[in-house]
């Protein structure tokens, strides 16, 4: 049985500045949970399951802080609506440096501050094979519960870094690309083999001290009456062109 003071602390992991006290974060769903328990079960703090989740996943028993959990309990620790059968604590990843890599592109995201437009980007990078991402230290907080439960797993597959980003693309000899509303039509531009992409915030797109810092500003063409595009779908686009190209 939780106690007041462990379900108080897990929950408090919701709230940033604690996350940060502690280097925490929580990870829940069975799907997310398990695959963790798989691929990197060093990352596992603690594991909190229902006995249903232990049966399907039994590995999970290995972990060495696993306990079993009734589902109230796991709805008064959980940060979901739903809750779903686990949650794990895990530690936060190791601070890494960006590297250019030859027929490799770098994603860069300048102030998206949704969590949900934040980790469906994260996936978005995951599924079209991009390593690494490099965020501005405005963007939402890659540790937000809202975050990772849109990355579905991803965030433990691409490398997200912070950097300031106006010295870190001034020291670039790649080619910078950068989504606006203005610029050359997308589907008119040959992508290199590397360099790197900037998406933009969802209100006000690229800020404009990096769009002299982009070689090539291109848009995607509207057609209908839409003000813009959403930050994830407009990646979604701008990436699988990158990819088919």
């Not at 379900?7 to 997310?32: A, N, T």
């Amino acid at each position: 049985m939780l106690s007041k003071n462990e379900v108080k602390y897990i929950q408090s992991l919701g709230h940033k500045k604690r996350r940060d006290q502690e280097r925490l974060f929580l990870v829940e769903g069975s799907k997310m949970v398990a695959e963790l328990v798989q691929h990197y079960p060093s990352q596992i703090v603690r594991l909190y399951a229902t006995e249903t989740f232990y049966g399907h996943c039994a590995a999970a028993k290995n972990i060495q802080q696993h306990f079993v959990v009734t589902d109230d309990e796991l709805e008064r620790i959980s940060q979901l609506q739903t809750p779903n059968q686990a949650l794990a604590l895990l530690h936060y990843f190791p601070q890494q440096e960006w590297s250019a890599a030859a027929n490799d592109w770098t994603l860069v995201l300048d102030a998206i501050r949704d969590p949900g437009n934040m980790g469906t980007i994260i996936r978005l990078a995951d599924w079209f094979g991009i390593k690494q991402i490099v965020c501005s230290p405005d963007c939402a907080d890659i540790y937000n519960p809202k975050v990772v439960q849109a990355t579905m797993g991803s965030i433990m597959r691409v490398t997200i870094i912070e950097k300031e980003l106006t010295s870190f693309l001034s020291k670039q000899q790649l080619p910078v690309v950068g989504a606006v509303l203005c610029g050359k039509e997308l589907a008119s531009f040959t992508f290199p083999g590397n360099g790197i992409l900037v998406i933009g915030n969802e209100a006000n797109g690229i800020r404009e001290e990096v769009i002299p810092l982009l070689s090539d500003a291109l848009m995607i063409p509207r057609f209908g009456e839409a003000e813009s595009l959403n930050a994830a779908i407009a990646t979604s686009i701008f990436l699988w062109e990158l990819k088919r190209g």
